[in-house]
């Protein structure tokens, strides 16, 4: 990883963890998913930090997991660095927000059914093509998407793989609101200073109350699909998708 392709800076108790890959669309390596993990743990236990951020660019928040990683460097199974990640934003303690404008594909969508608020540029457009790609949902979204599009629009976005833009996003409750892309980063970290100056105490507790009901049940659920998923990208469907990303062409499923 390029030091710079994860950018991490804390100031006044709000820990900003930014995606800055732009030549790649700001997808993610296992080498940037390690650097947010790291950042996530010590956020968790260093007093000062209250709060935390994750944002992109007002052009593109992230365009999922490296399509190379995935075809050259699997996942590395449950202790591997994406896993890490999920769990680290799954069991995160304090306030995490998103900001996120542009495309927010596959990961860059699931990750923020684990942050507490969401601000969206009225550019961004959500996507979880993963049948698409030979793959099956993670971080938990099989169980939280329905929960929050419900079904048949979990399906819409899971099964056929289709964008939905920020306006949908914001009438399901995916995100908090919607403003131009040059405001929500801006708009991101006022509302986490906002909650960096609450009593922490009640911030942990109350997050923990309103999450506790599914808590164990998220995680088993991203350990169950970490499974399938960790099968299917060592199959010929998967491989078909990525190598027909690389070449630039559409995937042919027909004989798998
Ligand atoms: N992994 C690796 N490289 C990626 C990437 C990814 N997930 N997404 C984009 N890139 C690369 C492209 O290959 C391209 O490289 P090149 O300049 O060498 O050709 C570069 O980033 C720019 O991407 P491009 O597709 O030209 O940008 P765009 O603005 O037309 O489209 C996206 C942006 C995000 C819609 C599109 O790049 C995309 O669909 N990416 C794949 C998303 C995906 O399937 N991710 C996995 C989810 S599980």
Known sequence: MSSSDI????????MTMT??????????????????????????????????????????FSAGNDIGDFLHRPAGGMDGPA?????????????LLAAVCGPAVGIGTTMLFHCDLVYAGDNAAFS???VNLGLCPEAASS???????GYHRAAEALLLGEPFMAEAALEV?????????????GVAQAAAHKLAVKPIGSLIETKRLMKKGQQQLVLQQMA??????SRLLGEP?????FGAFMEKRKPDFSKL
């Not at 995916?174 to 980063?185: D, I, W």
């Open 7 to 14: 950018l991490i800076h804390t100031e006044r108790g709000v």
């Open 224 to 229: 169950d699909e970490g499974l399938i998923f």
């Open 128 to 130: 979880m093509p993963f």
């Open 19 to 60: 995606l800055n890959r732009l030549d790649r669309k700001n997808s993610i390596t296992l080498a940037m998913y390690s650097a947010m993990a790291d950042a996530l743990l010590a956020a968790e236990s260093d007093a000062a930090t209250r709060v935390a951020v994750v944002q992109g660019h007002e052009t593109v």
């Open 83 to 95: 896993f890490r990640f999920l769990r680290g934003i799954a069991t995160f303690s304090k306030p």
């Open 237 to 241: 469907a998967a491989k078909e998708a």
């Open 143 to 149: 169980l939280l998407a329905p929960q929050m599009l």
């Open 173 to 185: 409750g995916l995100v908090n609101r919607v403003v131009p892309p040059t405001e929500a980063n």
